[in-house]
């Protein structure tokens, strides 16, 4: 037998409906729109951008869906000082654990505790993107445990971008899975509404993306061939650019952008 419409309806108290109303104002960036990556310097978007992602110290491109970049999993390089010293992981030596590539000391996020000291300063930058009028937040270095030499595992980082998730949305913004193509699938669990993908095109990665995100993909390619492959494959469905590795500011004279 159906239930009558007054029986049907759900109960809504007041910390169920606020919940629902900050869940409803919670929107990805527009799929397939002129995207333009600029966290190593703001500048003029080009012409037909309708995204940007800019550092948090940055402030929003006036009239576009803007995404905060916050280096949530590690220390930017030469910021070691502004953690507390155990919050940077150390290995049985006691040296800390450094990403090479960008010479930046992994965060320590073994335990709930360092969790929820770490997503506490990361969370006040994203205070700041609220702030200043951002839409959303691209927390960088998720797959940081695969660069940790055993000590921070998958569950680890999923554990504490859940905390980044949570008061993303408690503050109204969208938030981003970025690479960790190996856990899209645990996107939804993890509370991750889009995805920002560094060279899925050169790596066969993009449909990984698409599978857990639909078409809420933004593909960052820095080579030549890898912007050839994302379009051919994906340009009429995701947003597609390619930059500089270095993301210089236009102007600069490493400046590289181009898309599909």
Request: proline residues 4%.
């Amino acid at each position: 037998m159906a239930l009558t419409t007054a029986l049907a309806a759900p109960l809504i108290t007041p910390s169920t409906a606020s919940a629902e109303t900050t869940a409803a104002a919670i929107v990805p960036p527009p799929a397939h729109a002129g995207f333009d990556y600029q966290i190593g310097g703001p500048y003029t978007p080009p012409t037909g951008v309708k995204v940007v992602s800019r550092d948090h110290e940055a402030s929003p491109a006036a009239g576009l869906y803007n995404i905060c970049y916050v280096n949530a999993f590690q220390a930017q390089s030469g910021a070691e000082q502004e953690w507390d010293a155990d919050l940077l992981l150390r290995d049985a030596n006691g040296n800390v654990v450094v990403d090479k590539n960008w010479n930046e000391a992994l965060l320590d996020l073994r335990t709930d505790a360092k969790r929820q000291r770490v997503a506490a300063k990361v969370n006040g930058w994203i205070d700041g993107c609220k702030a200043k009028g951002f839409q959303a937040v691209e927390p960088d270095n998720y797959d940081s445990y695969s660069r940790s030499r055993g000590l921070v595992s998958k569950a680890n980082a999923q554990a504490y971008i859940r905390l980044l998730s949570a008061h993303a949305h408690a503050q109204g913004l969208a938030i981003a899975q970025k690479n960790t193509s190996e856990l899209a699938g645990s996107r939804q669990q993890n509370g991750l509404d889009f995805a920002v993908a560094e060279e899925c095109g050169v790596w066969d990665e993009c449909g990984d993306y698409t599978a857990a995100f639909g078409d809420n993909v933004i593909v960052i390619e820095y080579t030549a061939r890898g912007l050839s492959k994302a379009c051919s494959g994906w340009g009429g469905r995701l947003s597609v650019v390619r930059r500089d590795v270095s993301v210089s500011p236009k102007g600069s004279s490493g400046y590289v952008r181009q898309t599909c």
